[in-house]
């Protein structure tokens, strides 16, 4: 069995760490890989770069014809082009960069699709793959329109009821490029046998109660991260390693945009609101995961350390550790990767009860799940795991360990391949 597993990178992010990590799995239990990807930065050898779909260059007079409608429709534009007030991401993939005949005339049984953002394979172009197709939704773009996700602020149903006219959030103004998008993955993936693979619940309830996709096979395959990386060690010798301040209660956050609008689906807002809120603000100590921006720290009301950009794991494994309370105050989290890592470091972690995260938090036992999107609860959530700390590291690293299991993980991964090779040459076991 050869499967072509799909993502725009290879470095950076969720989306590409499980592409990779799945990738280097499979071909340790023994099933050939491959990470077909178009940004390559890593020497990992079983990551190539993907053929690039052959562009049909616009004729220059025609070039020149849409440059000078551009600019006398400039002026009138900002009255009819989409914008929106939710911080959401937004793809359309009308284009493709990858040549899909390429892949088709390949010797993969089946491609693995992960995340296509960045216009990496087109609806049109997903619908001509011809090998049996399986999709993970590292988001939920696939079910939505040109959302990464639905705007849970708003109450968002137009993935379950088709995007109308008439449905549209109060946020989005000019052409519904939303329902744009939905029309084309309806016209092209409606009826396509894809199978889909949902890293949590909430992401699975989202799949099967789509409009589009409700009637395929979708599959709970949790993630994963490697716990020979991330696991409990030397606390205090670490903060005195990094001149972290003794005495301080020290928390941990890693995402720093948006930090005025409560739409911001990472959570900064509600963040930077609960730290204003705690008792003894001067107690605490915050490590800020990956770089950050002056309007971020400028927000701040508590001391804080700024690590940079991160791409090693056991640096990464050492500032949850320094930690005594991992904060993701996500509003939309497909899983919580960051969530996962700092269990298995043994670090309870203080989130919403909403989304992807609830299949990592059990309240009170390896975290806390404050009431969606409740500053109080969740200033009193950072309380409850830093108060609390220590006496949850076992069950935060057997929580980790338990649920999700590599082997486990990757076994379903497999059989799933099997399963869907199978059915796809009409059950025969040749």
């Not at 993907?50 to 551009?70: D, G, N, Y």
């Not at 396509?192 to 109660?209: D, G, M, R």
């Not at 390693?241 to 928390?251: D, E, M, R, T, V």
Request: with cysteine; glycine share 6%.
């Amino acid at each position: 069995m050869k499967v072509l597993e799909v993502n725009f990178r290879d470095w950076g992010g969720g989306s590409p760490n499980m592409a990779v990590m799945i990738t280097r799995e499979l071909n340790r239990l023994g099933v050939e890989a491959t990470l077909g990807v178009y940004e390559m930065k890593t020497s990992h050898s079983f990551v190539m770069r993907l053929p690039e779909k052959k562009q049909i260059k616009t004729p220059f007079i025609i070039w020149l014809a849409k440059k000078a409608v551009r600019k006398v429709t400039k002026p009138f534009r900002k009255y009819f082009e989409f914008r929106t007030e939710s911080l959401i991401a937004y793809e359309t993939n009308f284009k493709s960069r990858i040549d899909v005949n390429w892949i088709n005339a390949s010797d993969f049984d089946i491609v693995h699709l992960h995340s296509l953002n960045g216009d990496l394979i087109s609806i049109k172009d997903i619908a001509r793959i011809q090998k049996p197709v399986i999709w993970t939704l590292h988001d939920s773009w696939p079910c939505c329109g040109a959302e990464h996700y639905q705007n849970v602020l708003e109450n968002d149903m137009r993935y379950q009821e088709g995007y109308t006219k008439k449905n549209k959030p109060a946020s989005t103004k000019g052409i519904d490029l939303c329902r744009k998008v939905w029309l084309q993955k309806k016209k092209y993936l409606a009826g396509k046998p894809i199978v889909f693979t949902a890293p949590s619940v909430w992401e699975l309830e989202t799949c099967k109660a789509s409009m589009l996709f409700s009637k395929n096979r979708c599959e709970l395959i949790h993630n994963f991260v490697y716990t020979e990386e991330f696991y409990p060690k030397d606390k205090f010798g670490l903060r005195k390693n990094l001149c972290i301040p003794s005495g301080k209660k020290i928390l941990g956050f890693g995402a720093h945009y948006g930090v005025d609008n409560p739409k911001s689906v990472k959570g900064s807002y509600y963040l930077i609101e609960a730290l204003k809120r705690l008792k003894n603000k001067d107690d605490y100590f915050l490590v800020v995961f990956g770089p950050s921006t002056p309007e971020f720290t400028s927000k701040l009301d508590i001391e804080y350390f700024e690590s940079k950009a991160i791409y090693n794991n056991q640096i990464l494994s050492c500032l949850y550790n320094i930690c005594d309370c991992f904060v993701n105050p996500t509003v939309v989290e497909s899983f919580g990767l960051t969530t996962l890592e700092a269990i298995s470091c043994g670090i309870p972690v203080a989130a919403f009860d909403a989304t992807g995260t609830k299949d990592i938090i059990v309240h009170k036992e390896n975290g806390y799940l404050a009431r969606p999107y409740d500053i109080d609860d969740l200033r009193d959530g950072i309380e409850f795991c830093v108060k609390n700390s220590f006496s949850m590291k076992e069950k935060c690293v057997s929580l980790a360990r338990t649920n999700f299991d590599k082997d486990a993980i990757m076994r379903q991964y497999i059989d799933l391949y099997e399963d869907v090779l199978k059915n796809a040459s009409g059950g025969s076991d040749e």
